[in-house]
Nanobody, 123 residues
Framework: QVQLVESGGGLVQAGGSLRLSCAAS????????MGWFRQAPGKEREFVAG??????DYRDSVKGRFTISRDYAENSMYLQMNSLNADDTAVYYC??????????????????WGQGTQVTVSS
C-alpha cells in the first residue's frame, strides 16, 4: 500500500505561482513512476507531468511553466507551477505507478492516488 497526500493548492491570480507537494508513505520504495494529474469540472482527468527513474514528461500546455521534481530521501514529489492561467484551474492529484517503469499519460495505469488539492486561478 502507498498513501499519497497532496498540499499546496489555493487561489492565485493569473500570472502567479504555486508549488504543490505530494507526501508518500507506505511502500514508497515501490513507486517507480509518479505523476501529477488534474481534473476540471465536467472534464476528464488529464496528465500534467510525470517522472520515472530516468525521464520526465509534461503535457504540452504546461511545458516551460511547470516543473516536476522528487525528493527520494523525503518520499516527496513536487510540482512548481509558474505563469498560471485560468485554464490551469482544476483539482490536482498525485499518483503512483508501482508496476510500470515508464511514464504513462493514462490515469488508469496508476495504482495509487491522493485526495487532490484545488488550484483556482483568477483572471
Amino acid at each position: 500500500q502507498v498513501q499519497l497526500v497532496e498540499s499546496g493548492g489555493g487561489l492565485v491570480q493569473a500570472g502567479g505561482s504555486l508549488r504543490l507537494s505530494c507526501a508518500a508513505s507506505g511502500r514508497t520504495f515501490a513507486t517507480n513512476t509518479m505523476g501529477w494529474f488534474r481534473q476540471a469540472p465536467g472534464k476528464e482527468r488529464e496528465f500534467v507531468a510525470g517522472m520515472s527513474r530516468s525521464k520526465i514528461d509534461y503535457r504540452d500546455s504546461v511545458k516551460g511553466r511547470f516543473t516536476i521534481s522528487r525528493d527520494y530521501a523525503e518520499n516527496s514529489m513536487y510540482l512548481q507551477m509558474n505563469s498560471l492561467n485560468a485554464d490551469d484551474t482544476a483539482v490536482y492529484y498525485c499518483a503512483a505507478d508501482i508496476t510500470g517503469w515508464r511514464i504513462n499519460v493514462n490515469p488508469r495505469e496508476y495504482d495509487y492516488w491522493g485526495q487532490g488539492t484545488q488550484v483556482t486561478v483568477s483572471s
